[in-house]
Structure formats: C-alpha cells, structure tokens
C-alpha cells in the first residue's frame, strides 16, 4: 500500500470525525444548561412518583432502613435487623398470614418507631399506618417478578403507649383498598 493511500484512507474518516465533533458541540452545551435548569411542574411530578416507587432489591439484599437498622427479603421471609446482631423474622410461607391480608410489626425507642407491613398479595402500590395521632406513607420495598408479597417500612414518632394498636392499609396503584387491619 503506498503512503498516498494511507493518508486517504486517514484523512477521511478524520474529516467526519471532527465535523460530527463540531456538530455536537452545542447540542451538549444546550443539554448542560437544561440540566442546570430548575425541573418543570410535569418534572417534579415525576421525580415525586419516582421517589414512591417500590424499592426492588435482590433476595438477601440488606436494604438500610434508617436508624441503624436494615431490610432483608427472600422467598420465604422478610427480617429486620441491625449493628448489634438481634434479628426479626416472619415467614411469608408458613400460612400464618392469610392471602390477601396485611400484618405490622412496631419497634422502637425514645427516638422514633419503626413500622414494617407485611401484605400477602399482588397488586400492593402504598402502604398507610394510622398510630392514632399521625399517618405515615411507607416506603414499598419487594423482589424483582412477582414474589406474591410486599413490605412497607417507616419511621414514626416515638409511640405514646406501649398498648397502642396502630393499623395499616394497603392500596392498588388505582387507589383502591387491598388490605387494612
């Protein structure tokens, strides 16, 4: 191959090369400003849902919770846990919680008060818990597919009475009533 097919064979590709470069320069340099600009009505919108979409995490995964403490879910149980090694678990197999249904475990301290809803089912989209005196949003957490269960867990304040008798609802995405206790 001569020298002066080698340079053609270079120089062209070259050329296209720093003409698209050229070209693309003021496309990013838009897409940097609009990104530096504040997000739109629509944007926040959407930002806001995305922030109450289910959390998937894969079987095993600890998922921090906040306070310490962490998330694990399987096939077969759901368990919290934290730093000092003391763990809760409650199976989603053994036919203890009906289909369809919805349980809540409460925990805490002077600080705060975990709540953590277990609903057996499909369909879950938002989860509630009324303590008497506030409602608090859960976060969804669940496994990739279709795992037939989901679980909610938030941080509340610190419960008033040891007998208090919390309840917990669980809503499709269309807003309609799956489960409450």
């Not at 600009?37 to 998922?63: C, T």
Request: with cysteine; glycine share 10%.
């Amino acid at each position: 191959m001569s020298a002066t097919r080698v340079r053609r064979s270079f120089t062209k590709p070259l050329a296209v090369s720093v003409l698209a470069a050229t070209l693309l320069v003021p496309v990013n340099a838009y897409a940097a400003q609009a990104a530096a600009r504040p997000a739109s009505a629509p944007a926040a919108a959407a930002a806001a849902a995305s922030a109450a979409a289910p959390i998937v995490v894969r079987p095993g995964q600890k998922l921090d919770i906040g306070h310490g403490m962490w998330l694990t879910l399987t096939a077969a149980q759901v368990c919290t846990g934290d730093s000092t090694g003391v763990q809760n678990c409650s199976s989603v197999t053994n036919g203890n919680q009906a289909p369809g249904s919805v349980s809540l475990e409460t925990s805490g301290d002077t600080t705060g008060t975990l709540y953590r809803a277990l609903y057996l089912g499909s369909g879950a989209a938002r989860m509630t818990v009324e303590d008497g005196t506030h409602s608090y949003r859960l976060r969804l957490v669940t496994l990739p597919g279709h795992p037939g269960y989901a679980v909610g867990y938030g941080w509340g304040a610190a419960q008033a009475s040891p007998s208090a008798k919390p309840g917990a609802q669980v809503y499709s995405a269309a807003g309609k009533l799956l489960a409450s206790l």
